[in-house]
């Protein structure tokens, strides 16, 4: 099953919400968007996980991948999630410190972090 | 004894999506699992195989062969093992993350399935077994607090 992955600006930030579940079989498509973003010089990222139902050690492996280039290149990624199953991969991880985790785009867009 | 459930299931990742729903549906009909713990069960399972499968696609297509699931259902208690024919795998052989606060944590974008495995499952065990590893997973009924 293919990821949804649709890209739109809000408040200066580039959104991505995904949708569908992230797996070794999916996350080479989730990698290649935000690495393609960043080419083009959008480097403050918001992705938005609200409509992720399943998400593994290699969506975290690119979501840290993605954080490392974009905050060398001088931006920043959030994360937006509501979903108790992801927050916890990312608790049982502790890649929550590592992370702005953001209940909604608007709070992840002002940087109101929880 | 238990009833015990046993799946081929071809290495290739876009089946990754059919293994988590079979299990989930094993585990619900089998067990008195809570979905928590299911929901445990089903991220520690893609990991075990997700890894296996990996081990599989660096040997050439020819010799591939399929991941092979057994679950064993009690009430209170699934074991799920995941078993390819890659090789052996040193699970000891890894090398710790530095801890979360140091910079350099950003430099482990990968191996991060192990620690999660050993954080979501009561029991989780590796060993050589046949021509390659045998992981196994056991999740009880009994919530853990994260």
């Known amino acids: ?114 | 004894m238990g009833d015990r459930i046993e799946l081929d299931v071809p290495a290739r990742p876009e089946y990754l999506s059919l293994i988590r729903a079979i299990v989930t549906m094993i585990a619900s009909t089998g067990s008195k699992l809570p979905d928590p713990r299911i929901e445990d069960l089903r991220l520690a399972v893609t990991e075990a195989c997700a890894n296996a499968i990996d081990a599989e696609r660096r040997k050439p297509e020819a010799q591939r062969m399929p991941i092979v699931l057994r679950c064993d259902l009690e009430s209170d208690l699934v074991a799920v093992e995941v078993h390819d024919e890659a090789g052996g795998f040193d699970p000891d052989a890894l090398v710790p993350h530095p801890p979360v606060t140091k910079p350099d944590r950003l430099k482990f974008e990968r191996g991060l399935g192990i620690p999660l495995m050993r954080e979501l499952t009561d029991h989780l065990e590796f060993r050589r077994e046949g021509g390659g590893t045998t992981v196994r997973i056991e999740i009880s009924a009994h919530l853990r607090t994260a």
């Open chain 1, 1 to 114: 099953m293919d990821l949804g992955l649709a890209v739109r600006e809000e408040g200066g930030w580039t959104v991505l919400a995904v949708s569908g579940e992230i797996d070794i079989a999916t996350a080479p498509s989730l990698r290649e968007k935000l690495h393609a973003l960043l080419a083009d010089d959008r480097r403050n990222l918001v992705v938005d996980l609200d409509d992720v139902g399943f998400l593994d050690s290699t969506a975290l492996g690119v979501l840290v991948g993605v954080l490392k280039r974009a905050r060398t290149e001088g931006g920043e990624l959030r994360i937006v999630t509501t979903q108790p199953r992801v927050r916890k991969v990312f608790e049982i991880t502790r890649l929550d410190s590592a992370f702005d985790l953001c209940s909604t785009v608007e709070d992840a867009v002002r940087g109101t972090r929880e």
